[in-house]
């Protein structure tokens, strides 16, 4: 089994986010950059899937020289081989041009490991803008099946079960592959690198890719090939803090309450 995990470098979603106000830009000095919480699940099942079953799990992501952390943190942690896909044409690319790109890439990845791959598995989402939607996109181009929210991914006849997440319970789907599928959280967590790992992938290679290797269309890609753009960026409004009611007693705390909410005309 030939995987390809798909991840992408995010700022730290621990750390609360400022705009600029004089660029309204996000102000990102000084906040760590890491891998998208929900590639390091994706990477997490993938290397379990081999591990059990055989294979050889590659990452990738789109990025520029600074995304190299994040590929070796995959190395560590057990990916076997890790590609950078990177052009500054590429910059603004949303993501209908994204999941055209990463199409390319595929091929171009395909050729240089000499096996095609039998599963493109996604995080669902990247948590710095939410959007969840390149994994679906990319499917679309490369013309295969996808799955989303997936929980689990076991071998079948012919391809695989994967286990999908809805907010009424679990659908389990058998897919042919090729095919892609868009990680949700499982019931485990990413295994930690060990100092072992993280010299081998130090040293470990990151190959590169680039926009003429991909053969790519300069109409389909940057903010020229892209049909979506960001109008504004603003920050959610901040919760206003609770009133505490703490009278005498309860009939009189309850009163108080009720007084409160026929003021605020809430009923």
Known sequence: MEILVLIKQVPDDSVEI???PATGAPKLDGVEAVVNAFDTYALEMAKRYIEDN???VTVATIGDDDATAALRACLAVGAGKAFLIK???????DTTAKAYILSKAVAKIEEINGAKFDIVFCGKEATDF???MVGVQLASELGVGVAT?????DPAEGGVTVKQETETGYNVIEMTTPCVVTIQKPDYDPRYPTIKTKMAARKATINEVTAADLAVDAAKIGEAGSLTKVLKLYEPPKKQAGVKIQEETVADSTMRALAMIAEAKVL
């Not at 052009?87 to 690319?93: E, K, L, T, V, W």
């Not at 929210?149 to 991914?153: F, R």
């Open 149 to 153: 929210d997936v929980i689990a991914v």
């Open 130 to 132: 939410s959007k969840g």
């Open 18 to 20: 400022k705009l600029d």
């Open 54 to 56: 055989g294979g050889n």
């Open 87 to 93: 052009d500054a044409s590429f910059a603004g690319s």
